[in-house]
């Protein structure tokens, strides 16, 4: 698919990024150890081969103590310089990392199509969308600031409530969204006064590079602290010792139930989880094909189908199943293939080097199995990529039924009564969303009271997706742990507390006092503009 390579020449690689310094503590640190190659599926000539991106430190338990004691002694259980700072100095520390983050826009661009494949305009998105979010983190922080400068009172007892850190939390993105989900966990986690040690993704890992010196400079020591190397050589010995309050991960169940075994205090760990998800669509007979197909190609195939809100299965009635299957097959095999900088390109490379053949493994035992590609195109491989591929029709016993295809191949599923996607649903290990296509208002009422018990968001005439960001963000069941929004994960990342005194003489004067002197940073009702 890939005949000709012409890179324009601000997207070209002409020096490798060799990752040397880590953050721990506050300092930038040199690392002398082994590393890792890091490599994209993206060829830099006409004859294929992978492009090696540089390389990155490959850390184990050595280096995850040491950032894990500096987390451990910023937060000083409670009284460290970060969790007992005032709020509005935090929000100053926040808002200078932010505006050093904006000037590396392009560097991380570039890395983000590169390390994971994602097209020029959602890799801008993407870079936009985590600035904004950041911001939009201060002000909703600003709000709960403001809405807690007060006293409560109720039978006699006063009450100044405030939310406070957790402690010490361990933070692992995805990456798909090494960017964007990954500070959707970090910055609320940070700004709430926890402490964090954070390992970036296995794929998008040199994009944090650009942002080290900005986190170095932005919070006090020991606040923000970045290893590299595999989760099992550094995040498994940080939980085994358990020294973490909170676990923030984005990710696959299997990895987040195997670090929490490792706790040795499990009842004492938070987690804040965002999982995998098959995601299914449901097309009733009424429903307006044009904008459904309009809409299932944008669910199914957004990022290559490489999303947690992906559209992972179809369901479509047997009424429209045939108008159904002929139409968007041919849409798909109408979409562009190219890099990430291709003008208009809506497939990209997969980032993973064995993804087409996992994808090929799914094909081969739907096709076994009765199941048909629909499109002429599917299927067809290249040597980082394998075209998406329609197949119907899909039983349970086919792995792609089974298993979240993270990737390029879309399952459809015929129904005559509704009660079949609905026992589906319900009988699924995941409950992230569902898109409900169909417009009579009789049948959707009965379904979207149903819907709503099953997962935590129901598309109407829509695609799954996680924005906008200040609306939640969580599953049922294996598809998450806590919410994330703007407004959630500020809550996800802290607990309620509070300084309660009696109504009498004595508490009044010496509350007024503490007031008026504003020497506690807990206890105030100055109001942040």
């Not at 950032?67 to 709020?87: C, N």
């Not at 494949?117 to 993407?126: F, T």
């Not at 923030?248 to 989880?273: C, E, M, T």
């Not at 015929?414 to 009579?440: C, H, R, T, W």
């Amino acid at each position: 698919m890939q005949k000709t390579i012409t890179i324009p020449e601000e997207f070209q690689v002409k020096e490798r990024i060799h990752q040397t310094t880590y953050l721990v503590d506050g300092e930038l640190r040199e690392w002398k150890g082994k590393n890792s190659e890091v490599i994209s599926t993206i060829s830099s000539t006409d004859t294929y081969a992978h492009t090696v991106l540089g390389s990155i430190p490959d850390m184990g338990e050595p280096e995850a103590m040491e950032a894990l004691d500096a987390a451990t002694h910023a937060y000083a259980q409670g009284q460290g310089v970060w969790p007992t700072m005032k709020v509005k100095d935090r929000i100053e520390c926040m808002e200078s990392f932010v505006k050093k983050m904006e000037g590396k826009r392009e560097e991380v661009v570039k890395l983000l199509m590169w390390e994971i494949g994602k097209s020029l305009p959602d890799s801008r998105k993407e870079f936009d969308r985590t600035v904004e979010y950041i911001y939009d983190t201060i002000e909703d922080y600003k709000q709960l600031d403001r809405d807690s400068a007060k006293f409560q009172k109720h039978d006699g007892v006063y009450a100044h409530i405030r939310r406070g850190p957790l402690g010490v939390v361990l933070c692992l993105g995805p990456y798909n969204y090494p960017l964007n989900e990954t500070f959707a966990l970090l910055i609320p986690a940070l700004i709430m006064g926890n402490t964090a040690i954070f390992k970036p993704a296995k794929h998008g890992v040199l994009l944090i590079t650009p942002l080290l010196e900005a986190f170095q400079s932005s919070f006090p020591k020991g606040v923000v602290n970045i290893l590299f190397g595999r989760g099992r050589a550094v995040a498994a010995p940080i939980m085994k010792t358990g020294r973490v309050d909170v676990l923030a991960l984005i990710g696959n169940s299997k990895s987040a139930n195997a670090l929490q075994d490792q706790h040795p205090k499990s009842n004492r760990l938070r987690l804040v989880l965002g999982l995998e998800a098959k995601n299914p669509a449901i097309i009733l007979p009424d429903a307006d094909l044009d904008l459904t197909i309009k809409e299932c190609i944008s669910g199914t195939l957004s990022f290559n189908g490489q999303r947690c809100t992906a559209l992972k299965v179809i369901y479509v009635h047997e009424d429209v199943k045939d108008e159904f299957l002929k139409r968007f097959s041919a849409v798909v095999d109408t979409l562009k293939f190219g890099n990430p900088w291709d003008e208009s390109a809506q497939l990209t490379p997969l980032p993973e080097p064995g993804k087409p053949a996992y994808i090929q493994e799914l094909l081969d035992d739907a096709k076994e199995k009765g199941a048909k590609v629909y499109n002429k195109k599917g299927g067809e491989p290249s040597d980082n990529f394998i075209w998406p591929a329609v197949l119907y029709p899909v039983s349970k016993d086919m792995r792609v039924y089974q298993e979240e295809q993270f990737g390029p191949v879309i399952p459809v599923v015929s129904f005559k009564d509704i009660e079949e996607p609905l026992d589906d649903m319900a009988a699924s290990n995941y409950g992230q969303q569902v898109s409900l296509f169909g417009k009579d208002v009789y049948t959707l009422s009965p379904l979207i009271d149903t819907l709503a018990n099953l997962v935590c968001r129901v598309n109407l005439n829509s695609s799954c997706q996680r924005g906008p960001d200040v609306y939640p963000f969580t599953g049922r069941k294996d598809s998450a742990q806590s919410t994330l929004s703007v407004h959630d994960a500020l809550r996800s990342f802290s607990i309620r507390t509070f300084v309660a005194f009696k109504d009498n003489d004595l508490n009044n004067e010496t509350i007024e006092q503490l007031l008026e002197a504003k020497v506690s940073n807990f206890l105030g009702t100055d109001y942040i503009l």
